[in-house]
């Protein structure tokens, strides 16, 4: 098992752009979260998807969307890209919502935003 | 609301001594509260969760709700001990989302 996947590894867009982020759970998960994670900070949850639904999600405008596939894979989508979007995007997998539910990590796509 | 404060952004120490990364939180009611770590090029992974009450890797964090703090610790640093560390936080009250603090990296020296 490969664990969390997620692509590309990097990418570079300019301001106005949108992108399209890509995740691969850990075989057997069924939810997948998104984290944006700016230089020295820690990751900031954008939302959860189970059951192909956004469950939960944190303070991120509507630019910040998802979608998530019978298959249990998600993508994450920013349109109207800003400078402040530059950050690491983290994927983590687990199996099901709960709090208590240990969470996988991706290695991350870094997105540069010029 | 939820907040998870980490004071160190650098915490350096002697191979052998003490460490101690800090935690402190911000919630209303019972957290789930989690320690993750990150070597370097490595991702981001689980290393103890206040409820399994467990030692990982010679590591304890004891949840003290009056001091609100779920701080790090470990008797004899190792210089394979070098790393991010995350606390984070979640939990009913907090609609299961995970609060991640800003990290504390420890260097341990040879």
Request: charged letters at 20%; proline letters at 5%; aromatic letters at 12%.
């Amino acid at each position: 098992d490969a664990g969390v996947t997620q692509s590309p590894t990097h990418l570079i867009k300019t301001r106005g752009q949108q992108v399209t982020l890509r995740c691969s759970p850990k075989s057997g998960h069924d939810t997948v979260s998104w984290y944006q994670q700016a230089l020295g900070q820690g990751p900031q949850f954008i939302f959860q998807y189970y059951e192909e639904e956004e469950r939960q999600r944190g303070n991120f405008p509507d630019r910040f969307s998802g979608h998530q596939f019978p298959n249990y894979s998600s993508e994450l989508n920013v349109n109207a890209l800003l400078l402040g979007d530059s950050a690491l995007y983290l994927c983590a997998s687990s199996l099901g919502m709960g709090a208590r539910e240990t969470q996988y990590f991706g290695p991350g796509t870094r997105l540069l935003v010029l | 609301a939820q907040r998870v404060t980490q004071p160190e952004k650098l915490l350096s120490v002697f191979k052998g001594a003490p460490v101690e990364l800090k935690c402190n939180y911000s919630y209303s009611g019972s957290p789930e509260l989690f320690w993750y770590v990150q070597y370097s090029r490595q991702r981001l992974q689980l290393l103890l969760r206040h409820i399994s009450r467990e030692s990982i890797k010679g590591f304890t964090a004891d949840l003290n709700k009056g001091e609100t703090s779920f701080h790090l610790k470990k008797p004899f640093a190792q210089e394979e001990d070098s790393a991010m560390y995350y606390c984070a936080l979640s939990g009913p009250q907090a609609r299961n989302k995970f609060y991640f603090g800003s990290g504390t990296k420890l260097n341990v020296k040879p």
